[in-house]
């Protein structure tokens, strides 16, 4: 719900100050509507209703996938499309990926979102919403901001709603911030009282390939973004992800895999390679050769994952479902 539109509205109603910290914490619990909010009187749960949408958000599709993942694509107020993923894992863990914009200003050549036309940051209220819809179907631990856009480019709002997400049950700490290396935002973040993760999407180890794949390496070099990388983990200790989606026959070879293990310092970054969820213009790395670059890394000292593949049969990839939405 629009917490900035509560609280004035709570105000104009003259309400006591706490009323705002009741509503939200009711639907921060998973309350389906205020008529869940026994504490908060009745004829106010009934104003409320009328004047503030319980969510900002309205779910435009929902595709579950055989093995659990749930995909959302909402629609803002103003009809912009965003999605939203919840992953059920075995062990229990329950994890959200969020976007932190409609759209995206950067234009990564391999990134379903990149392709689209950037629409704007979302609020902080936004962002909490795709989280509640999740909410209030089971309890969750865990987020990462990787859904669509760029975190670090809407750093204000992102953190505005961090700063609410234990109140869902999801801890700074298991709370994780993609960024394509954007370097103002990730000092920004070092700076920031919130003990969360850092995920770097670097996707190859020299600047030359770095800047075909993501225009935005122009901008920050990798030097430049590990650098930042590096001060966010002396801030923090705490280790920095590097992500880097497999190409094939572009990122991929067994000199790209030694080249990542000069650059990156293995007591400050682990690596997450990601299977390609292919969305155009290039193919993915097959099983076999990303077991052999992990295997490279490995014996260079790096721990590198593969990360498991979900909801493949849904488009879950960045942007899949909301590129082919119509805008
Ligand atoms: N802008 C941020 C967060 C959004 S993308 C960032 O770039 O980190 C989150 C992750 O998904 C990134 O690592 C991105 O490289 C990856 N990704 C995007 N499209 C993908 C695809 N089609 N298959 C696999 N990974 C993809």
Redesign the pocket.
Known sequence: MDLDLLQRTLDELGQPRFRAKQVWEWAARGAAGYDAMTNVPAALREELAARVPFSTLEVEREALAKDGTLKVLFRTADGRPIEAVLMRYRDGRRSI?V??QSG?P?T?T?????TMKFGRNLTASEVLDQVLHFRRIEPVDHL?????????MNLDHVLAAVERLPDVGITNRRTG?????WVPGIDRLAASPFPVRL???L?APEDALRSQI?PVNDRYSIEEVLAACERFYEAKRRQVFV???MLKGVNDHHAHAVGLAQLLDPRIYKLNL??????GSYD?SSRDAIAAFRAVLEEHGLTATV?LTRGQDIDA????LAAKAPA
């Open positions: 990926c976007s932190s995206c950067l990564c391999f990134c379903a979102t990149g990462v901001f990787m859904g669509m856009g760029e975190p670090l911030i993609s960024t394509v290396g995920a770097l999407s996707h993501m992500e880097y989606v990601i299977p390609y969820n292919p969305t993915g990360r990839a960045c942007g899949q």
